[in-house]
């Protein structure tokens, strides 16, 4: 089946601009998590959703970050006044979540990444 | 807190050579064990993880890794690799109580050459 999937792959923007990134998770995955990929840091994990639940926002790195999620699908991660340090390749995963059935619930499946760049 | 070791930033190899990648952890609880490989301006492909039961874990592309609890390690290797081998290595761990979050290692790049 189609796997996670996000949009755009590149985003090229100015200092002080805002940017929303999308995140399309694999159909039936109640489990959403975006991660920060940049030089020097590794990989970070910024915020997790779990079906209604409240998400869990304790990687965002600053209240220029936030997250939501509509409809228990697809997320978006906003970016407001953008700075050049926020310049990553930025990942979403899913996985079964919480009562997941036949697959170890915590397996996450990675989409390919929306790079971001900030000028 | 869990925590993620990579000893090797970059490891290069000749082509149908034995590779080795490490991974050492640190964790008060019990972990699951992944290890995830990201090719040139691609995403993160799941290659193998360690759940329960065998310690020796096989997965794609010929890779296979051994979770030794006592040296809290999760190496991986491939016997003979290929060119196209050539990516970053990503190690990782999660809980296993209730949901959690990846902590990954740096990363290990594997240089494959002719």
């Known amino acids: 089946g189609a796997g996670v999937s996000q949009s755009p792959s590149n985003k090229v923007t100015e200092k002080g601009k805002d940017v929303e990134l999308r995140c399309d998770p694999i159909s039936g995955h109640t489990a959403l998590y975006w991660y920060r990929q940049s030089l020097g840091q590794g990989l970070e994990f910024l915020i997790y959703?779990?079906?209604?639940?409240?998400?869990?926002k304790s990687g965002l790195p600053s209240d220029r970050f936030s997250a939501e999620r509509t409809g228990g699908s697809v997320s978006t991660l906003t970016i407001q006044r953008t700075q050049q340090e926020d310049s990553a390749v930025y990942l979403c995963a899913s996985s079964l979540g919480r009562g997941g059935q036949g697959e170890n619930p915590e397996t996450q499946y990675f989409g390919p990444g929306t790079r971001l760049l900030v000028l | 807190a869990q925590s993620v070791t990579q000893l090797d930033s970059q490891v290069p190899v000749f082509e149908e050579a034995p590779v080795e990648l490490r991974c050492n952890y640190s964790?008060?609880?019990?972990?699951?064990l992944f290890w995830y490989v990201q090719y040139p301006n691609q995403g993160l492909q799941l290659l193998l993880k360690?759940?329960?039961?065998?310690?020796l874990v096989k997965g794609i592309n010929g890779f296979e890794a051994e979770f030794n609890k006592s040296q809290t390690s999760f190496h991986l290797r491939k016997p003979s690799v290929h060119i196209s081998d050539t990516a970053e290595y990503f190690c990782a761990v999660s809980r296993h109580s209730g949901y959690s979050t990846l902590t990954f290692g740096k990363g290990t790049m594997l240089l494959v050459s002719p």
């Open positions: 959703f779990q079906g209604n639940s409240a998400p869990d």
């Open positions: 360690y759940l329960s039961g065998s310690t």
């Open positions: 964790s008060s609880v019990s972990v699951y």
